[in-house]
């Protein structure tokens, strides 16, 4: 699958998001980023974003071009704040500080020891964050990033690349066609 291929699977009601997504997925469109922290971002965000069908084209687009270890940090950064974007909005957004006293009590191992730059998988699970709507979480990785040396311009290409991911995931649920069906397409 090519990115042309992705972007003819989006409904026409959509057409913003095909242009939105050639845009954020090369370097001149993402400044801040190289293109494997371009493609890991939109991998994790295809796997946060929970479609089947998108995720299926995503790994194909970047099976050439990321290793093992950066699909499985994207992997990794997804999954892991599938948990914790969960649990620190809940002690974010609950009106009693006694939850954020006390200890998570989750495992977050992969965090300290991702299999790639940390930085880069701090990115990942910004762009996450953004996604699953954390603002504990997007607060403390922004940070992270920031520190880690990339600037205000490759936060924001992140996000830009959550949201256009996510965007795209949407349109092809309302949609009404299957992964099957866009297959066939």
Excluded: W
């Excluded at 050439?64 to 699909?71: K, N, R, S």
């Excluded at 762009?127 to 992270?144: F, L, P, R, T, Y």
């Amino acid at each position: 699958m090519d990115l042309e291929g992705i972007k003819n699977r989006i409904p026409e009601h959509a057409k913003d998001l095909k242009l939105n997504l050639s845009s954020v997925l090369n370097p001149e469109g993402a400044p801040g980023l190289n293109r494997d922290q371009i493609l890991a971002t939109a991998l994790a965000c295809a796997i946060a974003s929970r479609n089947a069908g998108l995720l299926d084209d995503l790994e194909s687009l970047v099976e050439d071009e990321l290793d093992e270890a950066q699909v499985n940090a994207a992997r990794a950064a997804a999954s892991i704040m599938g948990m914790n974007n969960v649990y620190y909005r809940f002690t974010h957004l609950v009106d009693n500080d006694e939850y954020a006293r006390l200890p998570a009590k989750l495992r977050m191992n992969v965090i300290g020891s991702p299999g790639v730059d940390k930085t880069d998988f701090e990115l990942y699970c910004l762009a996450v964050s953004a996604i699953n709507g954390c603002g504990a979480c997007v607060s403390s990785h922004e940070k992270v990033v920031r520190k880690g040396g990339i600037g205000a311009e490759g936060v924001q290409s992140a996000v830009r690349i959550a949201a256009v991911i996510h965007g795209v995931a949407v349109a092809l649920e309302s949609s009404g066609m299957s992964a099957e069906q866009r297959a066939a397409a």
